[in-house]
């Protein structure tokens, strides 16, 4: 198994992001549970613990700041153990980017939601093993699942239009839909039509990972 708390430092580094001892203990722990997991539930493609960490964690560190910055929360706010504010993560399979917002970003409450069993039972187990009270699991589709999110999310989940029309009934007129998505689909974008309306497409840089990456934010139509 990988030493995780010796590589994730550098990853932080690269990011500009910080995190307490506690929060590097957890993502180590996160990372350990995935790959042991992993070897049984197959829940992400990638056994190379360097090839984890840029296309898995440094993937999802990324757009932790972004994140903060469209809940109008600081760092020091987002570290505040009320969960304030409110993020599903649609299609979350092992967790990314669920989890590692969940961790870095206490003043979150995430929601993992996955139509596998196994899946949303994994991150069942993150939350309990690594004691985060803000992270959840839920083994339901998401057109199913009722509530209200300040942010609904996807990791290479679905297209745009599938996304947004599946997830429409969980956002109130102020919330946001934060797709993360690889080169910036341009045919996607142009089948949102009175799906949604497109707040801003922002480019990614990824360390360790020579690929394109961007997050599309969209909102409401009418919002």
Known sequence: MADWSERIPAVLAQVGLTASPRQLEQLAGYMALLQRWNATYNLTALRSPQDMLSHHLADCLVVVAPLLRHLGLSSEQAQQTHASHKLLDVGSGGGLPGV????????????????????????????????????????????????????????????????????????????????????????????????ARVEAIEPLSVPGLDAERCIVWMRLPSA
């Open 100 to 195: 590692v917002l969940a961790i870095l970003c206490p003043a979150v409450a995430v929601t993992c939601v996955d139509t596998v069993g196994k899946k949303a039972a994994f991150i069942r187990q993150v939350a309990a093993e690594l004691a985060l009270p803000n992270l959840r699991g839920e083994h339901a589709r998401v057109e199913a699942l009722k509530g209200e999110f300040h942010v609904v999310a996807s990791r290479a989940f679905a297209s745009l239009p599938d996304f947004t029309r599946w997830t429409r009934h969980l956002l109130t007129p102020a919330s946001v839909w934060m797709a993360m998505k690889g080169k910036q689909p341009e045919d996607e974008l142009a089948e949102l039509q009175g799906l």
